[in-house]
């Protein structure tokens, strides 16, 4: 079992920077790929970015790519999204995941937050 709390969320406007945290708990985090969805109103929640365990390889969904990082810390079971240059676009809720293998469905992971609340004004 693995427990996900999200943070960083906010109010921004386009082109400025968040930098979302994702908490976890238990020791085996460093054994489970880490992605983030996104999920805005109206709309199915989709793939963002996803890091395999040791944190060497990362794919990204193709409007993110070159604006935002995904990256880990192992040793402090947390897991980052690195968010710039930002658009309205990317107004949704963000949830953080866990899974034994890394996928660009959400029926790949098995665990998730509760996710956090982006939002890009014009």
């Known amino acids: 079992q693995v427990q996900l709390v999200e943070s960083g969320g906010g109010l921004v406007q386009a082109g400025e920077s968040l930098r979302l945290s994702c908490a976890a708990s238990?020791?085996?985090?460093?054994?489970?790929?880490m992605a983030w969805f996104r999920q805005a109103p109206g709309k199915e929640r989709e793939f963002v970015a996803t890091?395999?365990?040791?944190?060497?390889?990362?794919y990204y969904k193709e409007s993110v790519k070159g604006r935002f990082n995904i990256s880990r810390d192992n040793a402090n079971y947390t897991v980052y999204l690195q968010m710039n240059n930002l658009e309205p676009e990317d107004t949704a809720v963000y949830y953080c995941?866990?899974?034994?293998?890394?996928?660009?469905?959400?029926?790949?992971?098995?665990?998730w937050g509760q996710g956090t609340q982006v939002t890009v004004s014009r």
């Open positions: 995941t866990a899974g034994l293998s890394t996928g660009l469905r959400k029926e790949v992971y098995d665990w």
């Open positions: 238990g020791r085996a985090f460093s054994t489970y790929a």
């Open positions: 890091i395999t365990w040791s944190g060497d390889k990362a």
